[in-house]
């Protein structure tokens, strides 16, 4: 069994905004694999279905961002998934708009989701898909901005013509979240990074 979770906050607020990447395109693959966010559970909103003969849950961690790993780790252990078997997607501020990385393993580049889950497991082995959303830049164009203005950032929807960009992209990670359940991350790597 797989577990695919898309990182973002939980409530009409935050809907469209960038920090919300991982809900928005797993929204997107879990719709066009027929797969519904029926159930509640593990502080999360699951789904359960079959994608290329492979069972899989998507979930959508209902914590808000920083709490991630306490639904992630839940789920791992309720569906008794081996980490090779779970694939986060999330926002990532140090890819340009719209670039995806796909990789396994690594420290979480400082993104509080990502830290959180690898807490919680007590490990980092486990597969991402980093959507870029960009890093906010001063009035100069610097990109050294404080804490404070990147959180701003990240809690604020995408601009009209970012939106274009990340409208774009979002059936690519689509296809990438196929391609690793189907070839693996070796292929999906060489296909999409």
Same mark, same amino acid.
């Given at each position: 069994?797989?577990?695919?979770?898309?990182?973002?906050?939980?409530?009409?607020?935050?809907?469209?905004?960038?920090?919300?990447?991982?809900?928005?395109?797993?929204?997107?693959?879990?719709?066009?694999?027929?797969?519904?966010?029926?159930?509640?559970?593990?502080?999360?909103?699951?789904?359960?279905?079959?994608?290329?003969?492979?069972?899989?849950?998507?979930?959508?961690?209902?914590?808000?961002?920083?709490?991630?790993?306490?639904?992630?780790?839940?789920?791992?252990?309720?569906?008794?998934?081996?980490?090779?078997?779970?694939?986060?997607?999330?926002?990532?501020?140090?890819?340009?708009?719209?670039?995806? $990385? @796909? *990789?396994? %393993?690594? =420290?979480?580049?400082?993104?509080?989701?990502?830290?959180?889950?690898?807490? /919680?497991?007590?490990?980092?082995?486990?597969? $991402? @898909? *980093?959507? %870029?959303? =960009?890093?906010?830049?001063?009035?100069?164009?610097?990109?050294?901005?404080? /804490?404070?203005?990147?959180?701003?950032?990240?809690?604020?929807?995408?601009?009209?013509?970012?939106?274009?960009?990340?409208?774009?992209?979002?059936?690519?990670?689509?296809?990438?979240?196929?391609?690793?359940?189907?070839?693996?991350?070796?292929?999906?790597?060489?296909?999409?990074?």
């Amino acid at each position: 069994m797989k577990l695919i979770v898309g990182l973002g906050n939980p409530g009409r607020s935050y809907v469209h905004n960038r920090h919300n990447a991982g809900f928005i395109c797993l929204n997107y693959f879990a719709r066009m694999q027929g797969i519904r966010f029926d159930k509640k559970q593990s502080r999360a909103r699951t789904g359960l279905g079959e994608v290329a003969g492979n069972e899989v849950v998507v979930a959508k961690p209902q914590t808000y961002m920083n709490l991630s790993g306490q639904s992630v780790s839940r789920l791992v252990k309720k569906f008794d998934i081996n980490l090779d078997n779970l694939l986060v997607v999330h926002d990532d501020l140090d890819l340009p708009l719209g670039k995806i $990385r @796909i *990789r396994q %393993g690594g =420290g979480s580049g400082g993104h509080k989701g990502v830290n959180s889950i690898i807490t /919680e497991l007590g490990s980092c082995d486990f597969l $991402r @898909i *980093r959507v %870029g959303i =960009g890093r906010p830049t001063t009035s100069e164009g610097s990109t050294e901005v404080s /804490e404070d203005d990147i959180i701003a950032y990240v809690l604020s929807d995408f601009t009209a013509e970012e939106k274009q960009t990340i409208t774009k992209v979002i059936p690519g990670v689509s296809e990438a979240i196929y391609c690793l359940l189907t070839e693996g991350l070796t292929a999906a790597m060489n296909k999409y990074n």
